[in-house]
């Protein structure tokens, strides 16, 4: 190797990634330096040859490359570039003993050298001399996808892949590949099932041995769902058992399927038992529901026909038992079923189920002694088989009795593999049973004399079956497949799983020795195993997510003859099971060497085991086939692990800035004087020696070894960058070191001592669990920082990965948390607390405490000690800033990199400083506790609570303070504290507002301070005092409200503190002395010492004010809810408020089930408003809609009594009905008239449904009494007195008259007016309209200044504008531009024309769409109290008029609001200003103004009915129909009757005149000659219009629609005369009356009254008058036509 040179000259070709490699660790030794072009990135060194990994991602080899066949000698003494590899970018290499393997960027994988047992998973060829590509498919996915690898290992025939999804994939041959497969070599990569779903995070490739690092389940993060049954046998890979108070998931299922072991290379004595499945990790925290040890998958994978040599040659043909001894309870048995060579145990199945019952008792188990009987009831086991005699093979079984020898305890740490546990052997009469037979008998032996009854329960549901060795795995799928619905359904019946978790630990660190066995648990034998796991998973904080875990598990399988698997024995292992003595030990990495394997954890420290010969373990414990600490002296701490043949490579921290390196194992002699027996007896080390070349390499960044060499990477060390990388690793490997000790040796014993939670108390008890709580996070996160830093120094190097710059802020709110759960421990004297319980767990000097605190002071009392101790973390704040900055200064100053640096450095110096400064306070405010007067300090203590400053030096006063009072204040970080002789007063600062008073005219330096209900001034003694307060104060108060509380403002939010806090702030606060307010809390905002904006008042009683404030009252919208215990249920008010009172539109919901909606003034309903009383159900039982004042029902309502049908509509007072009033009822009866203390008494008038009148007297309801006179319906009456109830007999005297055929004037004097005696309609609802001027800013209407109502609509129309912003879901889009176009307001100079009255009547309309705009709600109320009248029982058709009178009476009354808004419209009646010549015909909406000169009068209804009509309409034209139901009932049979007439027929008998006959009509588009037989074709476009009368609603629009009718009968005429033509009305009428016929209009008459009476009266003597008039007679003759 002439190439090569000693490391000792400096070359300065290279500055990084330079390669040492060496032999053996004696002082002649000298590393010698691989020389390449470029820096090496990763190394790998296989038996007798090595592969490198450069920068630029390429590969060479080197050593001694057989495969290679184009090279003379097969040596490299110089590296070979792998050429066919320089088109990929490699990013990991690996080398096994003779074949190599890469991953290049994009995942995929390459390999070549030896292939003869598939290890470079190629198929065919024994030689791969250059790397090949090897697919690795994933045949889940159809079709197959490629699986993208992250790193490979290799071993001596096999490679394992781990996938970017975490899962491991193997080739090659041997059970270290841990497939369930017995076909070897395996060419094709297949993925290692029992790890899949779990998170592997290294793999590592011992000769016959495979090792992985596991994310521990608990740190799980859940992915995509698994499939739920196992694709082999079909089994539920997942069960669920119901414990009393938490569920176990189970999700340990092996495949039962059997494993065959490739059998020729078996020498060790004790190979081939089968695995052992070892059940999966659950979390530490979590109860552990497990068989400690390991258990068989099922009898059914006893498949493993190779011959087991026992030392003494005996063929095994039994079970062997492996369970630990003596432990407290039933232990779940490992059943090891081995069988003779020759023994086709292949051929049988067996399945031993036991039943839910069989649970024993642990003394049953036990037999004294800890030995077991070794001669069972065997009679019992006979009788129990005589059972099975339907199967072919019972009379087979258990002929001979078996002893079974327990094995003896041995106290003896030698390897107990060595003593002879081994156990004779159960001759079996057939090798057929042996497998059933010695299941039953070594059972049976091992629980002794108690076995009967439980065998009784034992149900061996299958015992054996035969099939033919061809078809034999598809026979055991199905039957398997079969069991499959019961396996699922029963479950596991497991022991305390607490009690169990307790013993776990001591249990796994004992060899698998007999122990008792519980028979419950055989049936485990065909069962997947059961796992505790938190139904949630644990999961880890988000910003974690990209720190590597600590929570990590070793799984290892494949040979263990050497111990190298470390369970404890020297069994092989098919499938990967988890070592279990390294849980929670929180392993980072795992090197295997040839037959040994290392794992180091983050605590720096390794564990070893496996082949010891040399010792390569780095000690001398025994047994070996445990993992155990490597020997190394305090403070060294190891960091990165190789592992060759023989030897173990450690890299670690010393004391000196360099890393060291150690080496444990062999002595490499120079290969010419080394001979065969040398090397295996030559000299080794007892524990790791220290290289002592190692400090002439430089900066070692990682070590690997393989074979009989060892190779470090190392670094020079440029511009100090590297040595500050090394130095900040080095440093966190350190602290976590440190803090890994304060909770193992002082936490944790302190933890275990009983009386420690008495001893200090409840809550101190709870602020120590928090502070170990904030330990063990930032214990936790250092642990992840410092592996995250090695691996750093091993890999990228580049500064952008560092996750204490990435994730500064993780940091820091850590150490913050910390710091507070420490400071609220010292200030509630803890650590005081703490002392005696240190004093009895480590003696009076407690010299560990005082070892751990570094603390240089003598003599310092223990608590002191224990608090300097908690708070050393603090100081690693620095050690961060001073490394950061150290790093910084191998940049440029101008670089990202540099500010980047010097940030986080300014962060963590800053934050260090403010910890600093808060562990002062909380020293201060420790130091205050102990001096303050004692009864107060209980009170006021509290361990967030810090001391700001206090005035006991008198430097504040209280002004107008008595002569003797003595006022002491003190200022928390919470709150202000007025502290007199024996009471204390304390302020919080949330709510406290300071000012200071100016001096000027006092003298005095005073501060005035506000809270919620106190008012006082301070006087301090200077001013420098004053300013120190009030500074102090100020701050606090903004800190109280920035949310930080006791932390202040740590440095790193960037807050600039204000110097005074707002005036306006959101803050809590409970009322003590306000007489409304006692006790209440009240939170929301405030502004100087009153609520103020929006809150919530909480009462203690229950009730609860949620809304708006205004200087201290509920103001605006409020939600108020008040408990009514009595009724169970809540009176609830949501609406306005003013000055703390209800007080304008609300709703309230009495907890009686009454509804009220309407005005409320000072809290009492006031104004207009409606009651809906009765049980919540669908139809409340009455209603009542009207006026109320104080709290009473006064002036105009109606009220609905549903439940006895009746309605009266009148004037009321203090809630009775007084005055005048109408009462309707559902049987058609109506009453007018006088009502007094809520009955008829007085004048009144009585209608029944048949007319029968009376008028009179009345003094009770429905009850006559008095003077009066009764109408029949045919017109005679009675006069005289009377009395009695209406409907029942009437007692009366007085005279009879029956007036005469001619005597019609009588009749006319008698011819009753009904409404004189009802509600005038002008005095309806008055309290409507106020509510209406109220809102425009006006007392009383027609008063105030038009320019208040506009601002007033303008506020409401913004204020509800923002409400639906808030919540838009409230608004449709239409309704929204509604309001948009509704901010417009008219405006307009001069007198009204055409023009602006058009506008004015568009504003209106849209106006009056939306409830928002007072008109709005004006015309809502009118048209819901409108339809709450004439609605239902209100349906009365002696209602009419008073029903038209009311429509009237709102049109003048609107139409008087419209003219205050717009005082320029003239009033009713009145003519428009001339407008421009184009008139009228021009305006598109001119329908509306109908009139002889369209639009040039302005009258209300004109204006307003298009937008109150239609809403009012069925309700009114319901009133109609009724009133004309006889007449057009009349007319409308004579319609039907003479529309049975084709055309000509009815027109001939119309007398119109033959000129205006129709000759044609169009039908369809088509002419037609009118034939006799024709019908409803004449005028067929004059009918269709005039039918449209029935689709409008406001008489113009009816008017508009019969003159289109005349219009269009005169086009037709036209059309057949051809010439210009007059109507006179005799031709006319005819022509119309035929129309009218043929429009067969059902509702005429009551069409006709409603424009009659609603009709415009300028109209009534123009064009549409007389239309209208000629309508009405058509329907008077229709009504009178007789058919001649």
Same mark, same amino acid.
């Given at each position: 190797?002439?190439?090569?040179?000693?490391?000792?000259?400096?070359?300065?070709?290279?500055?990084?990634?330079?390669?040492?490699?060496?032999?053996?660790?004696?002082?002649?030794?000298?590393?010698?330096?691989?020389?390449?072009?470029?820096?090496?990135?990763?190394?790998?060194?296989?038996?007798?040859?090595?592969?490198?990994?450069?920068?630029?991602?390429?590969?060479?080899?080197?050593?001694?490359?057989?495969?290679?066949?184009?090279?003379?000698?097969?040596?490299?003494?110089?590296?070979?570039?792998?050429?066919?590899?320089?088109?990929?970018?490699?990013?990991?290499?690996?080398?096994?003993?003779?074949?190599?393997?890469?991953?290049?960027?994009?995942?995929?994988?390459?390999?070549?050298?030896?292939?003869?047992?598939?290890?470079?998973?190629?198929?065919?060829?024994?030689?791969?001399?250059?790397?090949?590509?090897?697919?690795?498919?994933?045949?889940?996915?159809?079709?197959?996808?490629?699986?993208?690898?992250?790193?490979?290992?290799?071993?001596?025939?096999?490679?394992?892949?781990?996938?970017?999804?975490?899962?491991?994939?193997?080739?090659?041959?041997?059970?270290?590949?841990?497939?369930?497969?017995?076909?070897?070599?395996?060419?094709?990569?297949?993925?290692?099932?029992?790890?899949?779903?779990?998170?592997?995070?290294?793999?590592?490739?011992?000769?016959?041995?495979?090792?992985?690092?596991?994310?521990?389940?608990?740190?799980?993060?859940?992915?995509?769902?698994?499939?739920?049954?196992?694709?082999?046998?079909?089994?539920?890979?997942?069960?669920?058992?119901?414990?009393?108070?938490?569920?176990?998931?189970?999700?340990?299922?092996?495949?039962?399927?059997?494993?065959?072991?490739?059998?020729?290379?078996?020498?060790?004595?004790?190979?081939?038992?089968?695995?052992?499945?070892?059940?999966?990790?659950?979390?530490?925290?979590?109860?552990?529901?497990?068989?400690?040890?390991?258990?068989?998958?099922?009898?059914?994978?006893?498949?493993?026909?190779?011959?087991?040599?026992?030392?003494?040659?005996?063929?095994?043909?039994?079970?062997?038992?492996?369970?630990?001894?003596?432990?407290?309870?039933?232990?779940?048995?490992?059943?090891?079923?081995?069988?003779?060579?020759?023994?086709?145990?292949?051929?049988?199945?067996?399945?031993?189920?036991?039943?839910?019952?069989?649970?024993?008792?642990?003394?049953?188990?036990?037999?004294?002694?800890?030995?077991?009987?070794?001669?069972?009831?065997?009679?019992?086991?006979?009788?129990?088989?005589?059972?099975?005699?339907?199967?072919?093979?019972?009379?087979?079984?258990?002929?001979?009795?078996?002893?079974?020898?327990?094995?003896?305890?041995?106290?003896?740490?030698?390897?107990?593999?060595?003593?002879?546990?081994?156990?004779?052997?159960?001759?079996?009469?057939?090798?057929?049973?042996?497998?059933?037979?010695?299941?039953?008998?070594?059972?049976?032996?091992?629980?002794?004399?108690?076995?009967?009854?439980?065998?009784?329960?034992?149900?061996?549901?299958?015992?054996?079956?035969?099939?033919?060795?061809?078809?034999?795995?598809?026979?055991?799928?199905?039957?398997?497949?079969?069991?499959?619905?019961?396996?699922?359904?029963?479950?596991?019946?497991?022991?305390?799983?607490?009690?169990?978790?307790?013993?776990?630990?001591?249990?796994?660190?004992?060899?698998?020795?007999?122990?008792?066995?519980?028979?419950?648990?055989?049936?485990?034998?065909?069962?997947?195993?059961?796992?505790?796991?938190?139904?949630?998973?644990?999961?880890?904080?988000?910003?974690?997510?990209?720190?590597?875990?600590?929570?990590?598990?070793?799984?290892?399988?494949?040979?263990?003859?050497?111990?190298?698997?470390?369970?404890?024995?020297?069994?092989?292992?098919?499938?990967?099971?988890?070592?279990?003595?390294?849980?929670?030990?929180?392993?980072?990495?795992?090197?295997?060497?040839?037959?040994?394997?290392?794992?180091?954890?983050?605590?720096?420290?390794?564990?070893?085991?496996?082949?010891?010969?040399?010792?390569?373990?780095?000690?001398?414990?025994?047994?070996?086939?445990?993992?155990?600490?490597?020997?190394?002296?305090?403070?060294?701490?190891?960091?990165?692990?190789?592992?060759?043949?023989?030897?173990?490579?450690?890299?670690?921290?010393?004391?000196?800035?360099?890393?060291?390196?150690?080496?444990?194992?062999?002595?490499?002699?120079?290969?010419?004087?080394?001979?065969?027996?040398?090397?295996?007896?030559?000299?080794?080390?007892?524990?790791?020696?220290?290289?002592?070349?190692?400090?002439?390499?430089?900066?070692?960044?990682?070590?690997?070894?393989?074979?009989?060499?060892?190779?470090?990477?190392?670094?020079?060390?440029?511009?100090?960058?590297?040595?500050?990388?090394?130095?900040?690793?080095?440093?966190?490997?350190?602290?976590?070191?440190?803090?890994?000790?304060?909770?193992?040796?002082?936490?944790?014993?302190?933890?275990?001592?009983?009386?420690?939670?008495?001893?200090?108390?409840?809550?101190?008890?709870?602020?120590?669990?928090?502070?170990?709580?904030?330990?063990?996070?930032?214990?936790?996160?250092?642990?992840?920082?410092?592996?995250?830093?090695?691996?750093?120094?091993?890999?990228?190097?580049?500064?952008?990965?560092?996750?204490?710059?990435?994730?500064?802020?993780?940091?820091?709110?850590?150490?913050?948390?910390?710091?507070?759960?420490?400071?609220?421990?010292?200030?509630?004297?803890?650590?005081?607390?703490?002392?005696?319980?240190?004093?009895?767990?480590?003696?009076?000097?407690?010299?560990?405490?005082?070892?751990?605190?570094?603390?240089?002071?003598?003599?310092?009392?223990?608590?002191?000690?224990?608090?300097?101790?908690?708070?050393?973390?603090?100081?690693?704040?620095?050690?961060?800033?001073?490394?950061?900055?150290?790093?910084?200064?191998?940049?440029?100053?101008?670089?990202?990199?540099?500010?980047?640096?010097?940030?986080?450095?300014?962060?963590?110096?800053?934050?260090?400083?403010?910890?600093?400064?808060?562990?002062?306070?909380?020293?201060?405010?420790?130091?205050?506790?102990?001096?303050?007067?004692?009864?107060?300090?209980?009170?006021?203590?509290?361990?967030?609570?810090?001391?700001?400053?206090?005035?006991?030096?008198?430097?504040?006063?209280?002004?107008?303070?008595?002569?003797?009072?003595?006022?002491?204040?003190?200022?928390?970080?919470?709150?202000?504290?007025?502290?007199?002789?024996?009471?204390?007063?304390?302020?919080?600062?949330?709510?406290?507002?300071?000012?200071?008073?100016?001096?000027?005219?006092?003298?005095?330096?005073?501060?005035?301070?506000?809270?919620?209900?106190?008012?006082?001034?301070?006087?301090?003694?200077?001013?420098?005092?004053?300013?120190?307060?009030?500074?102090?104060?100020?701050?606090?108060?903004?800190?109280?409200?920035?949310?930080?509380?006791?932390?202040?403002?740590?440095?790193?939010?960037?807050?600039?503190?204000?110097?005074?806090?707002?005036?306006?702030?959101?803050?809590?606060?409970?009322?003590?002395?306000?007489?409304?307010?006692?006790?209440?809390?009240?939170?929301?905002?405030?502004?100087?010492?009153?609520?103020?904006?929006?809150?919530?008042?909480?009462?203690?009683?229950?009730?609860?004010?949620?809304?708006?404030?205004?200087?201290?009252?509920?103001?605006?919208?409020?939600?108020?809810?008040?408990?009514?215990?009595?009724?169970?249920?809540?009176?609830?008010?949501?609406?306005?408020?003013?000055?703390?009172?209800?007080?304008?539109?609300?709703?309230?919901?009495?907890?009686? !089930?009454?509804? @009220? &909606? *309407?005005? %409320?003034?000072? #809290?009492?309903?006031? /104004?207009? +408003?409606? $009651?809906? =009383?009765?049980?919540?159900?669908?139809?409340?039982?009455?209603?009542?809609?009207?006026?109320?004042?104080?709290?009473?029902?006064?002036?105009?309502?109606?009220?609905?009594?549903?439940?006895?049908?009746?309605?009266?509509?009148?004037?009321?007072?203090?809630?009775?009905?007084?005055?005048?009033?109408?009462?309707?009822?559902?049987? !058609?009866?109506? @009453? &007018? *008239?006088? %009502?007094?203390? #809520?009955?008829?008494? /007085?004048? +009144?008038? $009585?209608? =029944?449904?048949?007319?029968?009148?009376?008028?009179?007297?009345?003094?009770?309801?429905?009850?006559?009494?008095?003077?009066?006179?009764?109408?029949?319906?045919?017109?005679?009456?009675?006069?005289?007195?009377?009395?009695?109830?209406?409907?029942?007999?009437?007692?009366?005297?007085?005279?009879?008259?029956?007036?005469?055929?001619?005597?019609?004037?009588? &009749?006319?004097?008698?011819?009753?007016?009904?409404?004189?005696?009802?509600?005038?309609?002008?005095?309806?609802?008055?309290?409507?309209?106020?509510?209406?001027?109220?809102?425009?800013?006006?007392?009383?209407?027609?008063?105030?200044?038009?320019?208040?109502?506009?601002?007033?609509?303008?506020?409401?129309?913004?204020?509800?504008?923002?409400?639906?912003?808030?919540?838009?879901?409230?608004?449709?889009?239409?309704?929204?531009?509604?309001?948009?176009?509704?901010?417009?307001?008219?405006?307009?100079?001069?007198?009204?024309?055409?023009?602006?009255?058009?506008?004015?009547?568009?504003?209106?309309?849209?106006?009056?769409?939306?409830?928002?705009?007072?008109?709005?709600?004006?015309?809502?109320?009118?048209?819901?109290?409108?339809?709450?009248?004439?609605?239902?029982?209100?349906?009365?058709?002696?209602?009419?008029?008073?029903?038209?009178?009311?429509?009237?009476?709102?049109?003048?009354?609107?139409?008087?609001?419209?003219?205050?808004?717009?005082?320029?419209?003239?009033?009713?009646?009145?003519?428009?200003?001339?407008?421009?010549?184009?008139?009228?015909?021009?305006?598109?909406?001119?329908?509306?103004?109908?009139?002889?000169?369209?639009?040039?009068?302005?009258?209300?209804?004109?204006?307003?009915?298009?937008?109150?009509?239609?809403?009012?309409?069925?309700?009114?034209?319901?009133?109609?129909?009724?009133?004309?139901?006889?007449?057009?009932?009349?007319?409308?049979?004579?319609?039907?009757?003479?529309?049975?007439?084709?055309?000509?027929?009815?027109?001939?008998?119309?007398?119109?005149?033959?000129?205006?006959?129709?000759?044609?009509?169009?039908?369809?588009?088509?002419?037609?000659?009118?034939?006799?037989?024709?019908?409803?074709?004449?005028?067929?476009?004059?009918?269709?219009?005039?039918?449209?009368?029935?689709?409008?609603?406001?008489?113009?629009?009816?008017?508009?629609?019969?003159?289109?009718?005349?219009?269009?009968?005169?086009?037709?005429?036209?059309?057949?005369?051809?010439?210009?033509?007059?109507?006179?009305?005799?031709?006319?009428?005819?022509?119309?009356?035929?129309?009218?016929?043929?429009?067969?209009?059902?509702?005429?008459?009551?069409?006709?009254?409603?424009?009659?009476?609603?009709?415009?009266?300028?109209?009534?003597?123009?064009?549409?008058?007389?239309?209208?008039?000629?309508?009405?007679?058509?329907?008077?003759?229709?009504?009178?036509?007789?058919?001649?």
């Amino acid at each position: 190797m002439e190439k090569q040179i000693s490391s000792g000259e400096e070359d300065g070709s290279g500055e990084k990634g330079l390669l040492h490699t060496w032999r053996g660790y004696s002082y002649s030794t000298t590393p010698e330096r691989v020389l390449l072009s470029r820096p090496v990135l990763q190394a790998a060194l296989g038996a007798n040859h090595g592969v490198l990994l450069v920068e630029g991602g390429q590969v060479y080899s080197f050593g001694e490359l057989p495969w290679k066949q184009n090279q003379t000698s097969s040596v490299a003494t110089e590296p070979v570039l792998e050429a066919v590899l320089s088109e990929q970018h490699v990013v990991f290499v690996a080398a096994g003993s003779a074949h190599s393997g890469v991953v290049t960027e994009d995942g995929g994988v390459h390999m070549w050298g030896e292939n003869a047992h598939g290890q470079c998973g190629l198929l065919g060829l024994s030689v791969i001399p250059n790397p090949t590509p090897v697919g690795v498919l994933d045949s889940e996915f159809t079709p197959p996808q490629t699986v993208k690898i992250l790193e490979v290992a290799c071993g001596d025939q096999h490679t394992l892949a781990l996938s970017s999804k975490h899962e491991v994939w193997a080739w090659g041959s041997g059970c270290q590949l841990g497939l369930n497969t017995s076909t070897f070599p395996v060419w094709k990569p297949q993925k290692v099932e029992p790890l899949a779903g779990r998170h592997v995070l290294q793999v590592a490739c011992g000769t016959a041995h495979s090792l992985a690092v596991v994310r521990s389940s608990e740190a799980l993060v859940p992915r995509k769902p698994p499939q739920d049954k196992c694709g082999q046998c079909h089994q539920l890979l997942y069960t669920m058992t119901d414990k009393e108070d938490h569920v176990i998931i189970s999700d340990g299922h092996h495949c039962p399927l059997g494993v065959e072991l490739d059998s020729s290379g078996t020498k060790s004595a004790l190979e081939g038992s089968p695995e052992q499945v070892q059940q999966g990790k659950s979390s530490p925290t979590e109860p552990v529901p497990s068989m400690p040890t390991q258990i068989p998958r099922s009898p059914t994978s006893s498949t493993i026909p190779e011959s087991t040599l026992l030392p003494d040659s005996t063929p095994a043909s039994e079970p062997q038992i492996q369970v630990p001894a003596s432990s407290q309870e039933p232990v779940e048995p490992t059943l090891e079923v081995s069988t003779e060579h020759e023994a086709p145990v292949a051929n049988e199945e067996v399945c031993v189920e036991a039943s839910e019952s069989c649970t024993l008792e642990p003394d049953s188990c036990r037999a004294p002694g800890g030995k077991y009987s070794p001669f069972p009831d065997e009679q019992a086991v006979k009788a129990y088989l005589k059972r099975l005699s339907d199967h072919a093979l019972a009379e087979h079984v258990a002929k001979t009795p078996s002893t079974l020898h327990s094995a003896q305890l041995s106290s003896d740490p030698a390897d107990p593999f060595t003593s002879d546990p081994l156990i004779p052997v159960a001759q079996s009469v057939t090798p057929m049973g042996s497998a059933l037979n010695n299941l039953v008998v070594s059972c049976a032996s091992a629980v002794g004399e108690r076995v009967v009854s439980t065998y009784e329960a034992l149900s061996l549901r299958k015992v054996i079956g035969y099939w033919a060795p061809g078809e034999g795995r598809e026979r055991v799928e199905e039957r398997l497949r079969l069991e499959e619905p019961m396996q699922g359904k029963k479950s596991s019946s497991l022991g305390d799983i607490r009690e169990e978790e307790a013993e776990l630990s001591r249990r796994l660190s004992l060899p698998g020795l007999l122990s008792q066995v519980s028979p419950r648990l055989l049936r485990r034998t065909s069962r997947p195993r059961a796992r505790a796991i938190p139904l949630t998973p644990g999961g880890i904080p988000e910003a974690d997510a990209h720190l590597p875990s600590l929570q990590t598990e070793v799984w290892s399988w494949g040979r263990g003859q050497e111990g190298q698997l470390g369970h404890g024995d020297l069994l092989p292992r098919l499938q990967p099971v988890c070592v279990k003595s390294l849980n929670g030990k929180e392993v980072l990495r795992v090197a295997a060497g040839a037959h040994h394997s290392l794992a180091l954890t983050a605590q720096s420290q390794v564990f070893s085991w496996g082949c010891n010969t040399s010792g390569q373990l780095g000690h001398m414990e025994s047994p070996t086939s445990f993992p155990h600490l490597a020997k190394l002296s305090d403070g060294i701490r190891v960091w990165d692990i190789g592992a060759g043949q023989q030897h173990t490579l450690l890299l670690a921290d010393g004391d000196c800035m360099q890393p060291i390196l150690y080496y444990s194992g062999q002595q490499v002699k120079e290969v010419a004087e080394q001979t065969q027996e040398e090397e295996q007896t030559g000299e080794y080390t007892q524990q790791p020696v220290l290289l002592p070349f190692c400090m002439n390499l430089g900066y070692v960044s990682s070590v690997c070894a393989g074979g009989w060499t060892c190779a470090a990477l190392t670094d020079r060390n440029v511009m100090g960058f590297i040595a500050s990388l090394h130095e900040l690793a080095a440093a966190e490997r350190k602290y976590y070191c440190k803090l890994s000790n304060i909770k193992s040796l002082l936490l944790q014993p302190l933890l275990k001592l009983d009386s420690l939670s008495s001893g200090l108390g409840q809550s101190t008890a709870g602020l120590l669990q928090n502070l170990i709580g904030r330990l063990s996070r930032l214990s936790q996160l250092t642990g992840q920082n410092s592996a995250s830093l090695t691996t750093f120094l091993r890999r990228s190097r580049d500064i952008r990965g560092l996750v204490i710059l990435d994730d500064a802020h993780l940091f820091l709110d850590t150490y913050s948390e910390y710091c507070s759960a420490v400071g609220d421990l010292l200030v509630m004297g803890g650590f005081l607390a703490l002392v005696k319980p240190c004093h009895d767990v480590f003696g009076k000097g407690a010299e560990v405490v005082q070892r751990l605190s570094e603390c240089s002071e003598e003599g310092l009392p223990l608590a002191d000690v224990l608090s300097h101790l908690f708070y050393l973390p603090i100081k690693h704040l620095h050690e961060y800033g001073r490394l950061l900055l150290k790093l910084a200064t191998c940049y440029e100053v101008s670089s990202v990199d540099y500010q980047k640096l010097q940030d986080a450095c300014s962060k963590y110096e800053s934050m260090a400083l403010h910890l600093k400064r808060r562990r002062k306070e909380a020293e201060c405010t420790l130091h205050f506790w102990k001096s303050f007067p004692g009864k107060m300090t209980d009170s006021l203590r509290k361990p967030s609570r810090r001391l700001i400053c206090e005035s006991s030096n008198k430097a504040l006063t209280l002004q107008n303070a008595g002569r003797f009072s003595v006022n002491w204040f003190m200022l928390f970080n919470d709150a202000l504290v007025h502290a007199q002789f024996s009471t204390h007063h304390i302020f919080p600062l949330a709510t406290l507002w300071v000012e200071p008073i100016s001096e000027e005219n006092t003298g005095l330096y005073g501060l005035k301070v506000t809270s919620p209900e106190e008012t006082f001034t301070l006087l301090a003694s200077s001013p420098a005092e004053k300013a120190k307060w009030f500074r102090s104060i100020n701050q606090a108060v903004e800190q109280a409200l920035s949310g930080l509380g006791h932390d202040g403002i740590p440095p790193t939010t960037g807050v600039t503190q204000r110097t005074d806090p707002p005036i306006s702030r959101t803050a809590s606060y409970t009322f003590y002395k306000d007489s409304r307010l006692k006790e209440a809390t009240y939170e929301g905002r405030w502004v100087s010492g009153k609520p103020h904006g929006r809150g919530v008042v909480k009462w203690l009683d229950g009730r609860m004010y949620t809304g708006a404030f205004k200087n201290g009252l509920e103001d605006g919208f409020g939600d108020y809810v008040v408990p009514n215990k009595n009724l169970n249920s809540c009176d609830h008010y949501q609406g306005q408020w003013k000055d703390g009172k209800m007080h304008g539109f609300g709703t309230f919901r009495y907890s009686s !089930g009454e509804v @009220y &909606e *309407g005005s %409320f003034q000072d #809290n009492m309903r006031h /104004g207009h +408003g409606m $009651l809906r =009383s009765g049980k919540l159900n669908s139809t409340s039982p009455s209603v009542f809609i009207g006026q109320w004042q104080y709290d009473k029902k006064s002036g105009y309502g109606v009220f609905d009594d549903i439940t006895r049908g009746e309605k009266y509509m009148g004037m009321w007072l203090d809630d009775q009905r007084q005055g005048n009033g109408v009462v309707v009822t559902q049987f !058609g009866l109506y @009453y &007018e *008239g006088a %009502f007094s203390n #809520n009955k008829m008494m /007085g004048t +009144g008038v $009585l209608l =029944s449904e048949d007319d029968t009148t009376f008028e009179g007297e009345f003094s009770e309801d429905w009850t006559l009494n008095g003077k009066g006179m009764l109408t029949m319906p045919n017109g005679d009456y009675i006069e005289g007195s009377f009395s009695g109830v209406w409907g029942t007999g009437l007692k009366m005297s007085g005279s009879y008259y029956k007036p005469s055929l001619y005597d019609s004037d009588k &009749e006319k004097a008698h011819a009753l007016k009904l409404g004189r005696l009802a509600v005038h309609s002008e005095e309806k609802w008055k309290a409507v309209f106020v509510e209406c001027w109220n809102r425009l800013g006006c007392d009383h209407p027609g008063q105030g200044q038009t320019t208040t109502a506009w601002d007033n609509i303008a506020v409401a129309l913004t204020a509800n504008l923002r409400q639906q912003r808030d919540s838009p879901e409230l608004l449709s889009r239409s309704h929204h531009k509604t309001l948009e176009s509704l901010e417009c307001i008219p405006h307009h100079v001069g007198p009204v024309t055409l023009e602006v009255y058009h506008t004015i009547r568009r504003y209106l309309v849209k106006a009056c769409d939306t409830p928002l705009h007072p008109l709005g709600r004006l015309v809502e109320t009118l048209v819901s109290v409108y339809r709450m009248t004439y609605v239902g029982v209100g349906a009365n058709r002696r209602l009419l008029p008073q029903a038209v009178n009311e429509i009237k009476s709102y049109l003048s009354r609107i139409f008087q609001l419209v003219r205050f808004l717009f005082p320029d419209l003239p009033e009713e009646g009145g003519s428009l200003a001339d407008p421009p010549k184009e008139t009228g015909g021009s305006d598109p909406a001119g329908k509306q103004l109908e009139s002889p000169k369209p639009g040039c009068v302005v009258s209300s209804s004109a204006l307003l009915l298009p937008v109150l009509l239609p809403r009012l309409y069925p309700p009114l034209f319901t009133l109609y129909a009724l009133e004309k139901e006889k007449e057009d009932d009349v007319y409308w049979e004579c319609v039907l009757r003479l529309n049975k007439q084709p055309d000509l027929a009815l027109l001939t008998f119309l007398g119109v005149q033959q000129k205006f006959w129709p000759v044609t009509v169009t039908v369809h588009g088509e002419k037609q000659q009118v034939l006799s037989s024709t019908k409803d074709a004449c005028f067929a476009s004059a009918v269709e219009t005039l039918q449209q009368i029935s689709t409008t609603f406001t008489p113009s629009d009816k008017l508009q629609v019969i003159q289109l009718t005349f219009e269009e009968i005169t086009q037709q005429v036209l059309a057949l005369l051809k010439q210009d033509f007059l109507w006179s009305m005799d031709d006319l009428f005819p022509v119309f009356l035929f129309v009218v016929l043929r429009a067969r209009i059902r509702n005429l008459g009551s069409e006709v009254s409603l424009i009659e009476d609603l009709m415009d009266p300028c109209v009534q003597h123009g064009e549409h008058g007389i239309m209208f008039t000629t309508l009405k007679a058509c329907y008077y003759q229709i009504q009178h036509e007789k058919v001649t």
